[in-house]
């Protein structure tokens, strides 16, 4: 019998011609941009992903986060990894990414990488990219979807637009459904780029704060379980604040964490959603739960939609040349004395 492995391979073919439409609203963008100035993009990124989740398989889903969170805050132009400067107040900060957002060593390591290969040449927000998909790869997803490149970095960080425009675990489908709907995302991307949660973790507080409290449409025996085994009370606080707010966490898929599969929508099904905002995919009625029922029972529509959604929300207005540069330091705005001698 053949399998949605088996069969990647034509799937990928069909993503590649489809990346040129998608990318087509915006020319700068193209999964040839590195094709001659650094072709070991490919290599060197893989390479720095798979030993980061062979050392944590966390990094997987944080690498994956780490892209959606950047994109979705005044488009893909890293702006995210900023660290805090006089006059600015990092994006790491904002309420959906303090002590949650993580894996920046992990973006350090592909860009010292990369600079050595390909000095100041592969942008910051180009990075967040690839290495969500490998990422995601590297957790079990398949075929390796083609990735647009050409992205230039943010000289600034948003921590307001941050706040505004990242969803809560707390919201409900309508929310939701306009959030995404404001970066030209609709329901399909919805339903299917939530499917990231097949992995990662998520902390006590979040479930404590947002699934234990109200209706949401979770099982009743299913919100006993969360209280009293996975994050029972108490499991909200850090455990050492003062030192280095280490918060208790739960995986937000209890069968197969680590796995890049179909499982998340398979457990919204039962109404066993972690959070009030996964619940509501399925809880909620209208197109969406014919999206959940699809990538449930349909591995390959799953892995294929969630590779085009992710394509799609990539292209969300990226800095161009004029208006961003390509940092040296992911952390920080490059020295002004090399964006003078870089400005041509």
Do not use: W
């Not at 099982?219 to 455990?239: I, M, Q, R």
């Amino acid at each position: 019998m053949k399998t949605f492995r088996d069969g990647g391979y034509v799937i990928a073919l069909c993503l590649v011609a489809m990346v040129a439409t998608i990318g087509g609203t915006n020319a700068a963008l193209s999964p040839h941009h590195y094709d001659h100035s650094c072709p070991q993009i490919y290599s060197i990124v893989k390479a720095e992903v798979q030993k980061a989740v062979a050392r944590e398989a966390r990094n997987a889903a944080s690498l994956v986060r780490l892209h959606f969170h950047d994109c979705f805050v005044n488009g893909c132009d890293g702006s995210l990894l900023l660290d805090n400067v006089t006059g600015q107040v990092s994006e790491k900060f904002a309420i959906a990414n303090v002590h949650s957002v993580r894996a920046f060593e992990v973006i350090d390591a592909i860009k010292a990488a990369l600079e050595h290969a390909c000095p100041h040449t592969v942008s910051c927000a180009d990075i967040l990219a690839i290495a969500s998909r490998d990422s995601a790869v590297e957790a079990g997803l398949v075929p390796e979807y083609p990735v647009n490149f050409g992205r230039y970095d943010s000289f600034t960080a948003n921590i307001s637009a941050a706040n505004e425009f990242l969803p809560s675990p707390g919201f409900g489908y309508s929310q939701l459904k306009e959030n995404f709907a404001k970066k030209g995302l609709n329901e399909r991307d919805l339903v299917a780029l939530s499917g990231a949660h097949t992995i990662g973790r998520v902390k006590c507080l979040v479930i404590r704060t947002f699934t234990l409290v109200g209706h949401h449409n979770i099982s009743a025996k299913f919100l006993d379980f969360l209280n009293k085994t996975v994050c029972p009370p108490g499991s909200e606080n850090p455990t050492d604040p003062p030192k280095n707010q280490t918060f208790p966490l739960t995986d937000l898929d209890l069968g197969t964490p680590n796995t890049f599969d179909t499982n998340y929508y398979k457990n919204i099904r039962k109404a066993h959603g972690m959070l009030p905002s996964d619940q509501a995919l399925q809880s909620t009625p209208g197109v969406n739960q014919k999206y959940v029922a699809e990538f449930a029972s349909d591995t390959s529509k799953f892995f294929h939609q969630f590779a085009k959604s992710t394509i799609k929300m990539g292209n969300i207005s990226p800095k161009k040349r004029d208006d961003g540069e390509i940092r040296l330091n992911c952390r920080k705005r490059n020295p002004r004395v090399l964006r003078m001698v870089t400005s041509d």
